[in-house]
C-alpha cells in the first residue's frame, strides 16, 4: 500500500502563484509515476500533470501548460506542481495520485484508471 498526502493549497488571487506538494510513503519503490488531478464543483475529475518517477518525463493538460509546472524529489519521495498565472477556473479540490507501471499506462496517462493510489485532495480556491 501506499500512502499520499497533499499539502498547499489555500486562496489565492486571479494571477497569483501557488505550490502543491504530495508525499507519498509505503510500498513506494513500485512507484512508476506521479500526478495531479482536481475536480471542480459539479464536475468530474480531471487530469492535470503527471510525472515519471525515474525518467521525470512530463505531460500536461492543454489547459495549464505554461503556466503549472511538475517535479519530484526521488529522495524525499516528494511532487511539486508550481502554479503560475492562476485563474478562476482552476479552483478546485486537487489530488495527488501514484500509478505502479502497466503497460497500459504510457497511452492513458491522463486516465483515473491507471492510477492505484489517490491522497484526500488539498483545495485551491482562485478569487477574481
Known amino acids: ?13 486571479a494571477g497569483d502563484s501557488l505550490r ?20 471542480a464543483p459539479g464536475k468530474e475529475r480531471e487530469f492535470v ?4 518517477w525515474v525518467s521525470g518525463a512530463t505531460n500536461y493538460a492543454e489547459s495549464v501548460k505554461g503556466r503549472f509546472a511538475l517535479s519530484r524529489d526521488n529522495a ?3 511532487v511539486y506542481l508550481q502554479m503560475n498565472s492562476l485563474k478562476p ?10 500509478a505502479i507501471w502497466s503497460p497500459r499506462f504510457s497511452a492513458n496517462y491522463y486516465s483515473r484508471q491507471v492510477y492505484d493510489y489517490w491522497g484526500q485532495g488539498t483545495q485551491v480556491t482562485v478569487s477574481s
Open 20 to 39: 502543491l506538494s504530495c508525499v507519498a510513503s509505503g510500498r513506494t519503490e513500485r512507484t512508476y509515476a506521479m500526478a495531479w488531478f482536481r475536480q
Open 76 to 78: 524525499k519521495n516528494m
Open 49 to 52: 500533470a503527471a510525472i515519471r
Open 89 to 98: 477556473d482552476d479552483t478546485a479540490l486537487y489530488y495527488c495520485a501514484s
Open 1 to 13: 500500500q501506499v500512502q499520499l498526502e497533499e499539502s498547499g493549497g489555500g486562496l489565492v488571487q
